[in-house]
Each structure stands twice: as C-alpha cells, then as structure tokens.
C-alpha cells in the first residue's frame, strides 16, 4: 500500500509540476490567552521608549534652549556696546553744532566773524510758500540778494545752502 501512495503522488507531481502540500494538523488556539501577551510586549515597549526617550528628549530641549539663552546674552552685549557708542556720538555731534564752536572752527580755518546775526523764518512746509517778508530782508555777503527765494520761484533758498 505504501507503494501505491507514492506511485500517486508521483503522478500529481508529474501532472501539476508541484508537489502537493501535506495537510497540516489543525490546532485550536485560545485567543483569550495569546491576546494578552501581545498587548503586554506592546505596552513594554512602549513604557520602555518613553521612559528612555522622554530623558532624551528633555535634555535635548534644554541644549537647544541653554544655545539660544548663549546667543541671546551675545547680542544684548553688542546692543548695548553699539547704544553706549551711539550715544557717545550723539554727546559728540551736539558740541560739534554749539556756536562757539562752530565760530572757533571758522576763525582756524581763515573765516571772518559775522557783525550781526540774522535768524530767518521758518518756512511752512505744507503751503511751500515761504512767510511774506517782515519790514528788511536780511542780506547776505553776496551783494545783497535775499536769503529765501521769491515766491515764483521753485521755493528753494539761496545763499549756500
């Protein structure tokens, strides 16, 4: 009989060109009992990823902000360096523009003293048309020419300016 089965399966095998596959015993598996096991490795895993990667991860964030705090420190002292310099010109520019000063510098470089000093009006900037004259017009060194150009000109001042 034991011939005759394997002369069978010869055959099938000759025929289909693949052997035939053995029928496995069925088992029946609780799934009551192997569910929980997976559930269980699953959560140790996760418990065992989050309890090393939270450490991580924290001492990762305190870098990046510990980076950020070194940089920050940086730049408030270049801040403060380039305001304390600001300033230092500000202090040096408003003695620079005193009068005296500015008559002082004149006389050094071979400049005359004015005999008299004229303040001239503001100019309103919104009509562009400069205040009417009030009695004399001042003069400047040039023979005589008014300092504020004439109302149909293209409101520009001479004079140096």
Do not use: F, W
């Not at 000093?117 to 009695?135: F, K």
């Amino acid at each position: 009989m034991a011939q005759a089965a394997s002369q069978a399966r010869a055959r099938q095998r000759h025929s289909t060109g693949h052997p035939r596959p053995r029928a496995r015993a069925l088992e029946t598996v609780d799934r009551r009992r192997r569910s929980p096991r997976r559930v269980r490795r699953g959560a140790v895993i996760v418990a065992v990823a989050l309890a090393v990667g939270s450490p991580l991860a924290v001492a990762g964030a305190q870098a990046y902000l510990t980076q950020g705090q070194v940089r920050l420190e940086r730049l408030q002292q270049q801040l403060d360096a380039q305001v304390n310099q600001h300033r230092d010109l500000e202090l040096r520019v408003a003695q620079l523009e005193q009068p005296a000063t500015v008559l002082s510098e004149a006389e050094k470089q071979g400049l005359v003293s004015p005999t008299s000093v004229v303040d001239l009006p503001q100019v309103n900037q919104s009509s562009g048309q400069p205040p009417a004259p009030s009695g004399t017009s001042p003069a400047n060194s040039s023979g005589g020419r008014p300092l504020v150009a004439s109302p149909t000109s293209s409101g520009t001042t001479s004079g140096g300016r």
